[in-house]
């Protein structure tokens, strides 16, 4: 199960400062493109920011999903904070649902949400064993 965690026209914006990761948008994209060959489920999330003064602010040009992010997912889920564990539907019940017990996540700011979804991952849910993927890191 793939978790693609904010790949957003706001993270352009220059006020993010320079970005490490330049490969990262093409990088997601094949890997989707992978798991889709494969018939395995990706589940897209977006950060929807209250405030309007954030390049992810929800009724702004930046809070776009980038053109690498394509298809229809199997969930999508909007959230306002650094976990997509709090986000709307909630991913853990459709985990549980679905019984997946792996995931897979990626994103263009590994230290922010990816990082916290990771953390937050086995706290959800015991058995649930997260993993970050690296070239999109």
């Known amino acids: 199960m793939l978790i693609v965690i904010d790949v957003q026209r706001g993270f352009d914006d220059p006020s993010w400062g320079r970005r490490n990761n330049p490969q990262c948008e093409k990088n997601i ?33 930046g809070n776009a999903l980038k053109l690498e992010v394509r298809g ?31 995931v897979t996540i990626c994103g263009i700011t590994t230290n922010h949400c990816c990082e916290t979804t990771a953390r937050m991952a086995p706290a959800c849910q015991a058995e649930l064993r997260p993993a970050v993927h690296s070239k999109s890191a």
């Open 29 to 61: 994209g094949e890997l989707m493109d992978q798991w889709r060959t494969l018939g395995w489920p990706i589940v897209f999330v977006r950060h929807d920011s209250l405030s309007p003064d954030s390049p992810l602010f929800a009724a702004g040009p």
């Open 72 to 102: 229809e997912p199997d969930l999508m889920v909007a959230k306002h904070t650094n976990s997509a564990f709090y986000g709307t539907p909630d991913l853990h019940q459709w985990l549980t649902e679905h019984k997946h017990d792996a």
